[in-house]
């Protein structure tokens, strides 16, 4: 797309780190300046098109060793509901997921269960895998023998790990949640979360990019942070991008309280929170940075989020529900269409990778390159407009 003069200047002007860090504390009206400036980014640069990723959501396993105050994904081996998934339940969810027009198998779970519970290494001894890497090695090629293109978020991983998972994998992720080590402090939310520790977090972001790795990141809103330190987080990411150019989107999560977590009793975020974190992502990444915020989580705010400059709603699944954020069920698709076409906007599905790491050689393993081919056909040939029959129809 050939942007005019305005419209690259837009594009380029994306807040300094003394100017974003003036920003943290701005008031209601200059909110309201950041999320309109914010927006006529997202419409030079990315138009009046939003995407979202037809997928299929897979927690190989919820046995985690990080005990997050927020999380209510995490068990351990005994808790009511853990569960590692078989074979079986990994092949019947990718054959609906395929039968759905899905082109994205998420592959989303505990961090390094291996190394915290026999009774999980025995299960994976008992599938025919040495560890959670080699399962989702497997996982992966049978997501792309069905026709879906995995992206992985397994918590940290090493390099070696990430090398593995790239020849089955157009991406992965991790979210950098918060840089601030303040979160890791005792009473606060990372305190018995090892992998949570930013350090780490930042080491694998920068190992991906170095590995040249589409990768997904993003921030967490409402989990005792100031608005200060998510000011700082987004500046890590940028300066990651910066360096290696490898951060396809970043995510701006926000936390939503639920009765069975220890943070049950914290105030969700308010719109105004939300359009500030939103208008500052975009205004502080660089623009060949796609902007998401999950639908399911904001319900309501579709509008206000169009404003405040998002251009991608993530992943939305027919087939699954969010084993993250269980209360939460995906929108109805054609609701969602018809909120974005009253803001102006219209919805277009996507493929996991977003296609300008396609274009570069060696972003994406050369093997890959069929399946996505496969993929990307599959979403041309199909029919998203309301007035025809689609593969696709999401029910909340």
Same mark, same amino acid.
């Not at 350090?199 to 972001?205: C, L, P």
């Not at 500052?280 to 989020?305: C, E, F, G, W, Y």
């Given at each position: 797309?050939?942007?005019?003069?305005?419209?690259? *200047?837009?594009?380029?002007?994306?807040?300094?780190?003394?100017?974003?860090?003036?920003? /943290?504390?701005? @008031?209601?009206?200059?909110? /309201?300046?950041?999320?309109?400036?914010?927006?006529?980014?997202?419409? !030079?640069?990315?138009?009046?098109?939003?995407?979202?990723?037809?997928?299929?959501?897979?927690?190989?396993?919820?046995?985690?060793?990080?005990?997050?105050?927020?999380?209510?994904?995490?068990?351990?081996?005994?808790?009511?509901? =853990?569960?590692?998934?078989?074979? !079986?339940?990994?092949?019947?969810?990718?054959?609906?997921?395929? *039968?759905?027009?899905? &082109?994205? /198998?998420?592959?989303?779970?505990?961090?390094?269960? #291996?190394?915290?519970?026999? $009774?999980?290494?025995?299960?994976?001894?008992?599938?025919?895998?040495?560890?959670? &890497?080699?399962?989702?090695?497997?996982?992966?090629?049978?997501?792309?023998?069905?026709?879906?293109?995995?992206?992985?978020?397994?918590?940290?991983?090493? %390099?070696?790990?990430?090398?593995?998972?790239?020849?089955?994998?157009?991406?992965?992720?991790?979210?950098?949640?918060?840089?601030?080590?303040?979160?890791?402090?005792?009473?606060?939310?990372?305190?018995?979360?090892?992998?949570?520790r930013p350090e780490r977090r930042v080491r694998m972001i920068e190992e991906a990019g170095q590995?040249?790795?589409?990768?997904?990141?993003?921030?967490?809103?409402?989990?005792?942070?100031?608005? %200060?330190?998510? &000011?700082?987080?987004?500046?890590?990411?940028? #300066?990651?991008?910066?360096?290696?150019?490898?951060?396809?989107?970043?995510?701006?999560?926000?936390?939503?309280?639920?009765?069975?977590?220890?943070?049950?009793? +914290?105030?969700?975020? @308010?719109?105004?929170?939300?359009?500030?974190? +939103?208008?500052?992502?975009?205004?502080?990444?660089?623009? @060949? &940075?796609?902007?998401?915020?999950?639908?399911?989580?904001?319900?309501?705010?579709?509008?206000?989020?169009?404003?405040?400059?998002?251009?991608?709603?993530?992943?939305?699944?027919p087939v699954t529900r969010d084993y993250i954020n269980p209360r939460h069920p995906w929108p109805?698709?054609?609701?969602? !269409? @018809? *909120?974005?076409?009253?803001?102006?906007?219209?919805?277009?599905?996507?493929?996991? +990778?977003?296609?300008?790491?396609?274009?570069?050689?060696?972003?994406?393993?050369?093997?890959?390159?069929?399946?996505?081919?496969?993929?990307?056909?599959?979403?041309?040939? =199909?029919?998203?407009?309301?007035?025809?029959? $689609?593969?696709?129809?999401?029910?909340?």
């Amino acid at each position: 797309m050939e942007l005019s003069h305005h419209a690259r *200047e837009l594009c380029a002007a994306t807040l300094s780190d003394q100017a974003a860090l003036d920003l /943290a504390d701005a @008031d209601a009206s200059t909110i /309201a300046q950041l999320a309109a400036r914010a927006s006529a980014v997202r419409d !030079a640069c990315f138009g009046r098109t939003v995407t979202f990723s037809p997928k299929v959501f897979l927690p190989l396993t919820n046995l985690c060793r990080n005990r997050c105050d927020y999380c209510s994904f995490r068990k351990a081996p005994g808790d009511a509901g =853990a569960w590692t998934m078989t074979h !079986a339940e990994v092949d019947d969810v990718l054959t609906r997921g395929q *039968e759905q027009g899905c &082109v994205e /198998a998420l592959y989303c779970l505990g961090d390094k269960p #291996e190394g915290a519970f026999s $009774a999980y290494r025995a299960t994976l001894s008992v599938l025919g895998h040495g560890d959670t &890497v080699d399962y989702l090695a497997w996982s992966g090629q049978r997501a792309l023998e069905h026709g879906l293109l995995p992206h992985t978020n397994a918590g940290v991983l090493s %390099r070696a790990d990430m090398q593995r998972l790239r020849t089955t994998n157009v991406s992965l992720g991790l979210m950098l949640e918060n840089i601030s080590p303040r979160l890791c402090e005792k009473g606060m939310p990372h305190h018995r979360a090892p992998d949570k520790r930013p350090e780490r977090r930042v080491r694998m972001i920068e190992e991906a990019g170095q590995l040249s790795i589409p990768f997904t990141t993003g921030i967490l809103v409402g989990i005792g942070e100031t608005r %200060r330190e998510r &000011v700082q987080s987004l500046l890590a990411i940028r #300066e990651l991008h910066l360096r290696y150019g490898h951060i396809q989107e970043v995510i701006v999560q926000n936390f939503t309280p639920r009765p069975e977590i220890a943070m049950h009793d +914290v105030l969700e975020q @308010d719109d105004l929170e939300m359009q500030h974190a +939103v208008a500052m992502a975009r205004l502080i990444l660089p623009v @060949d &940075v796609s902007l998401q915020v999950p639908p399911n989580l904001n319900p309501r705010r579709t509008a206000l989020l169009l404003a405040a400059g998002i251009n991608d709603f993530g992943g939305i699944s027919p087939v699954t529900r969010d084993y993250i954020n269980p209360r939460h069920p995906w929108p109805h698709l054609w609701r969602l !269409a @018809d *909120e974005c076409e009253r803001a102006g906007f219209s919805l277009q599905p996507r493929l996991p +990778v977003y296609e300008g790491y396609l274009a570069r050689p060696g972003w994406v393993d050369a093997g890959l390159s069929p399946f996505v081919q496969r993929a990307r056909e599959r979403l041309a040939g =199909a029919s998203w407009r309301r007035d025809q029959s $689609a593969p696709i129809e999401l029910t909340a």
